[in-house]
């Protein structure tokens, strides 16, 4: 008995696929710096002795965070594509 595996499947309009946790918090970071990213989303791991490790820790662990993480994210981008059109 064979068992098939199914290939995922592109995802060209979305942003988000194929990019790690790890990449997107580290984007932010350098966009915003840790006060920032805590002025935009009030977390403790943005607040109290931050670092990428920590967050990621976190925010794989509680998934409203990593929601509103992932969405930062995409705003970032679109305010990144729409200073470029000006």
């Known amino acids: 008995m064979t068992i098939t595996?199914?290939?995922?499947q592109d995802q060209p309009r979305n942003p988000l696929?194929?990019?790690?946790?790890?990449?997107?918090?580290t984007a932010l970071f350098e966009e915003y710096g840790w006060a920032g990213l805590d002025a935009r989303i009030p977390l403790r791991c943005f607040a109290f002795e931050p670092s990428i490790k920590s967050s990621l820790k976190f925010l794989r662990k509680t998934p409203w965070a990593r929601e509103k993480v992932?969405?930062?994210?995409l705003?970032?981008?679109r305010e990144r594509l729409?200073?470029?059109r000006l």
Do not use: C, D, N, S
Not at 17 to 25: D, P, Q, S, Y
Not at 70 to 73: C, D, F, R
């Open 5 to 8: 595996v199914p290939q995922p």
């Open 70 to 73: 992932e969405g930062l994210y």
């Open 75 to 77: 705003f970032m981008l």
């Open 82 to 84: 729409r200073a470029k």
């Open 17 to 25: 696929h194929g990019l790690t946790l790890e990449v997107i918090v």
